[in-house]
């Protein structure tokens, strides 16, 4: 279903990359990184977790200026290259080619990890194994053999950042729920998560817990209870969550 008009809320302003609004219910991860986007306020430092946070810096919203920050020591990164544009010299932290916007800067990784401790990042983009409802993020290791062997620059982002931003699934493939009361595997940061962007709703934590601020229209708000693995609160304030088709 199509939508030929603006819609209030998130959807009411398409932005950069966008077309028409649809109502779904589920989105793709590019449109879940558009409706991440337009929550990043006007000069804000944003450092991009490796994996699906990346693609928020290709939905900024037009005339806005938000200054991308990279481990690696890297301010000023553009939207990702076209395919002529791809310059391996130019890479993130996830070893992914970058664009670099005018007045951008390079600089050491120890420079970088002081920005990140010091509390220079206003918005710090994760993904997630799980959230606890008490804002427990655990992103690092599910505990198995094959895991990782240590949680690396996660850790000083989690704590270090004014305000972490989780972008995932809102289930695991095999149906799981990643939004629980507590965190199964090893914690990458404790009570540090502010919001929640799924391919079903947003969901900012509260002290009280996981409250739904949006949720995609094709589902009621007792199906996306059903997929959480904690209590919701929002049944009678959360808005629809309409977003444009991206490409």
């Known amino acids: 279903m199509t939508l030929a008009g603006p819609t209030t809320g998130a959807g009411a302003t398409a932005g950069a990359g966008a077309g028409a609004t649809v ?20 000069g804000n430092y944003v450092n991009l977790g490796i994996g699906m946070p990346e693609l928020v810096a ?16 890297i301010l000023g990164m553009g939207p990702e290259p076209s395919a002529n544009e791809v310059d391996y010299d130019l890479i993130n ?37 799980q959230i606890s409802a008490k804002g427990d993020l655990a992103n690092w290791s599910t505990g198995g053999p094959d895991s990782v062997p240590a949680v690396g620059g996660a850790m ?18 095999k149906g799981d729920a990643k939004l629980v009361d507590e965190c199964a595997f090893p914690l990458t940061g404790p009570g540090v998560v502010d919001t929640i962007y799924t391919d079903i709703a947003v969901v900012d934590v509260t002290e009280n817990g996981f409250v739904v601020r949006e949720k995609v229209p094709g589902l009621s ?8 693995g904690a209590a919701l609160g929002g049944a009678d304030t959360c808005g629809d969550l309409v977003v444009p088709e991206v490409g």
Do not use: Y
């Not at 005018?102 to 983009?125: E, T």
């Open 23 to 42: 109502v779904t219910d589920r989105l793709s991860r590019r449109q879940v990184a558009w409706r991440l986007a337009q929550d990043i306020a006007e």
């Open 58 to 73: 290709n939905f900024i919203p037009d005339g806005r200026e938000i200054i991308f920050h990279s481990e690696n020591g």
């Open 221 to 228: 708000f007792d199906e996306v209870q059903e997929r959480t």
């Open 93 to 129: 932290a996830g070893k992914k080619p970058i664009t670099m916007l005018p007045g951008g800067a390079f600089f050491h990784h120890a420079d970088s990890f002081a920005m990140i401790r010091g509390g220079h990042i206003d918005i710090c983009v994760l993904g997630a194994f």
């Open 156 to 173: 000083d982002l989690a704590v270090g950042a004014r305000k972490v931003f989780v972008m995932t699934d809102h289930n695991t493939k």
